[in-house]
């Protein structure tokens, strides 16, 4: 499995990649179901993936972005796949680093197809499109990470004060004025002794806890949408239409191969998000998220969110 998931990875990175470098597949051809815009190299990728897992001669259930759940193959799936083929879409239209191809399975799993949960992935892999590295990570088996021919453990960072601490916010389709009144003084506070950044990926902030870049990274939308329920239209006009959140494609690969390198994640109410469901757009699928290098940044964290948040700012 983990030979076919890097197989995949490698696959839709070579038919993007000149896409990403030479900023080309800018236009917006349309929108997936989850309400974010289909730009001209996701469709490069879908097109990509679909013939990759065809010329396989597996018999393959998979979850895409842009294309929902389809079946490949005849007889019972060898796997469930959930794959994200960018992960960064507006990173590699414009070409920076930030993009990656995704790609989680679920082997072996009793649970029907729609009855599966973040918790029952099994292997994780993501792979950056402009740079080398590719992680990997197998439930219950730990995590690593290529760069060319070289294998590298996790890097955890054990930053535990909240003023030096580097970390990511998602902010993409959120509505800028509640989440900058909840995270504005940690972002002052650690813009000059720390770092504040803006990865427009998750998966790509999760690997960087990984490789030791980052201490942590948020995305707290889904929280104050669901605490404030007076705010969906607001939420509705940042996402053009739509409320956007995390959806468990985007996190599906990434989550493990956090967990397994050793960060602690889980949503910004602390809860773990392994009953999520695999699939699905609605916005009872979207999730929030604080992940952190160590436990002690993590408790720290999610007690800022829960402060500022009673604290009705």
């Not at 099994?122 to 730990?142: D, M, N, P």
């Not at 404030?228 to 995390?246: D, N, Q, S």
Request: net charge neutral; with cysteine.
């Amino acid at each position: 499995m983990r030979d076919f998931l890097e197989h995949i990875a490698a696959s839709i990175r070579r038919a993007v990649r000149p896409w990403v470098v030479n900023l080309r597949g800018r236009g917006v051809v349309g929108t997936a179901p989850a309400g974010d815009a289909t730009f001209e190299i996701d469709r490069v990728a879908e097109r990509r993936l679909e013939a990759i897992l065809r010329e396989s001669g597996r018999s393959l259930l998979y979850y895409s972005e842009d294309r929902g759940l389809v079946s490949i193959g005849t007889g019972k799936p060898e796997a469930v796949l959930i794959i994200d083929p960018i992960d960064g879409t507006r990173n590699a239209r414009s070409g920076f680093e930030g993009c990656m191809v995704s790609v989680a399975a679920v082997v072996d799993s009793p649970r029907a197809p729609d009855e599966l949960t973040l918790g029952d992935v099994t292997h994780g892999c993501l792979a950056e499109i402009v740079g080398r590295r590719v992680f990997f990570a197998q439930r219950g088996c730990g995590a690593e990470w290529r760069d060319g021919g070289r294998v590298h453990r996790s890097r955890l960072s054990g930053e535990a004060d909240l003023d030096r601490i580097a970390w990511s916010l998602g902010i993409v389709g959120r509505p800028a004025a509640p989440l900058f009144d909840i995270m504005g003084e940690l972002v002052d506070r650690t813009s000059m002794t720390g770092g504040f950044f803006t990865c427009n990926a998750i998966s790509f902030s999760l690997t960087r806890l990984v490789t030791g870049q980052l201490d942590a990274a948020l995305d707290i939308a889904n929280r104050i949408y669901r605490d404030r329920p007076g705010m969906r239209e607001t939420f509705v006009a940042a996402g053009r239409g739509t409320v956007m959140g995390l959806c468990p494609y985007d996190i599906a690969a990434a989550l493990l191969v956090a967990r397994e390198a050793g960060c602690v994640v889980t949503d910004a109410y602390g809860e773990s998000l392994d009953s999520t469901p695999a699939f699905g757009e609605s916005d009872q699928s979207l999730r929030s998220l604080i992940a952190a290098a160590n436990p002690a940044l993590h408790a720290l964290l999610l007690a800022y969110v829960n402060e500022r948040l009673r604290a009705g700012r």
